[in-house]
């Protein structure tokens, strides 16, 4: 059974910086595309950025290109999300993701991904 359990979500000001973490259990991280997506209150869940396997590719959603950034630690079985020049419109649930397909190609769309996070709340004070 596949396990993610995001961590790092806290109140910051504006401008400020965060690192979220996503830990993978159950299979074998190294062989999984990962997704970070976030939910803010009334809003339906955005992607924020996606890794392959083996970091080679990665991909940015519109709002977040260029102040956040997508890595991975195969050895470490985690994924992070380093998050800089925080912004108020950045306050949200965020998600890490997996699809069921090992060794896939990166996705951008929540319907393919087949594993969830519980989520970690991040807000942005102004």
């Known amino acids: 059974q596949v396990q993610l359990v995001e961590s790092g979500g806290t109140l910051v000001q504006a401008g400020g910086s965060l690192k979220l973490t996503c830990k993978m259990s159950g299979r074998d991280f190294t062989q999984y595309m990962m997704g970070w997506f976030r939910q803010a209150p009334g809003k339906e869940r955005e992607f924020v950025a996606a890794?392959?396997?083996?970091?080679?590719?990665?991909k940015y959603g519109d709002s977040v290109k260029g102040r956040f950034t997508i890595s991975r630690d195969n050895r470490k079985r985690t994924l992070y999300l380093q998050m800089n020049n925080l912004q108020p419109t950045d306050t949200a649930v965020y998600y890490c993701?997996?699809?069921?397909?090992?060794?896939?190609?990166?996705?951008?769309?929540?319907?393919?991904?087949?594993?969830w996070g519980q989520g970690t709340q991040v807000t942005v004070s102004s």
């Open positions: 993701a997996a699809p069921r397909q090992t060794y896939g190609s990166i996705h951008t769309t929540a319907q393919n991904y087949d594993y």
């Open positions: 890794i392959t396997y083996i970091s080679a590719l990665t």
